[in-house]
């Protein structure tokens, strides 16, 4: 394979991970005071501590483009090495996900998409081209956009944004 690139050698070893799950539904059972079964928020949760990083932040939000703006902002202010973004990512017009993050990225990583939906073919098949999913940096933390059902999140997390995660912290924060 040769020589690690120079990036991911100093890449963070812990990492601090947001997770923000977009789903109108789950979000109205949440503040009407009523339990959300969140199965993709605790297989993010379960698969990133495993891997022995820390979730600071985790949250059910609705599929709203200025929710999800602000809610980018605020963990990104909080520290966010890492902010994951599950669902609103489809092609309904309530998916707003893509919408709403895309134009505050700062460097965009087109690869992410690619790759997942290659994996993702290998999986589902042709519907693979209707997943939209994105990652970036904003303000020095990695994001990801990726779908909601759990078997995605898996996906994502075990071949793309676990492995990769500490080196692109680690290029978006060089100076």
Known sequence: MGVPHEHKLR?????????VVVSTSRYRLVE????????????????????KHD?????????????????LREEASRG???IIFSGGTGVSPRDVTIE???????????GFGELFRIL???????????????????????VFCIPGSPD?????????????AGHVVAVAREV
């Open 55 to 71: 979730v600071i932040s985790r949250r059910i939000i609705p599929d709203d483009e200025e929710f999800i703006v602000n809610t």
């Open 11 to 19: 890449a963070p070893s812990r990492l601090k991970f947001s997770i």
């Open 32 to 51: 009407a005071g009523e339990d959300a079964v969140d199965v993709s928020g605790s297989v993010m949760q379960r698969m990133i501590e495993d891997a």
């Open 80 to 82: 966010a090495d890492v």
């Open 120 to 142: 993702s073919y290998k999986e589902v098949g042709a519907s693979a081209m209707l997943t939209r999913c994105t990652a970036g940096t904003y303000k020095g933390a990695a």
């Open 100 to 110: 709403a993050v895309e134009p505050l990225l700062e460097k965009r990583l087109p």
């Open 152 to 164: 995605a999140v898996k996906l994502a997390l075990e071949k793309l944004i676990l492995p990769e």
